[in-house]
């Protein structure tokens, strides 16, 4: 068996993650990063995206909605702003979402609002939904 890497990913609500797994893909800011066992240590902010890791034959997705990744020889630590595991997105309450977002920003456009509150809002409505999809 290869070698795991512990991962654990917070929010300021819960612990959504804590085992170890064999391999982990993060949305970071400067592009999308992977880590194994024995990875170098760094530091990476995250972006609103899609993260998802591995455990034998098993792939589990998440959105995360930005935060930060701690990344040690033997430890990722995920530190999100919100995160949701795809069984867990309610998918007519992420299409809701989506249509007010969309709204939202129809508005931003005509009121000059803060278009960049909406278009954040649009991008997590839409992640949700691309995210859910793994689990269907």
Do not use: N, V
């Given at each position: 068996m290869a070698e795991q890497i512990q991962l654990e990913v917070v929010t300021p609500d819960k612990i959504l993650v804590n085992e170890k797994v064999d391999m982990i893909i993060a949305p970071g800011v400067e592009g999308e990063f992977g880590v194994l066992a024995g990875h170098i240590p760094f530091l990476?902010?995250?972006?609103?995206?899609?993260?998802?890791f591995k455990k034998g034959a098993n792939t589990e997705y998440i959105a995360l909605s930005g935060g930060y990744a701690e990344v040690l020889p033997e430890k990722v630590t995920i530190l999100a702003e919100a995160a949701e595991k795809a069984r867990d997105i309610d998918v007519d309450r992420a299409k809701r979402a989506l249509e007010r977002a969309q709204e939202r920003l129809r508005q931003a456009k005509m009121e000059e609002m803060d278009y960049a509150r909406a278009e954040a809002a649009l991008a997590r409505a839409m992640l949700r939904l691309k995210v859910a999809e793994h689990h269907r």
């Open positions: 990476s902010s995250l972006k609103i995206g899609e993260m998802y």
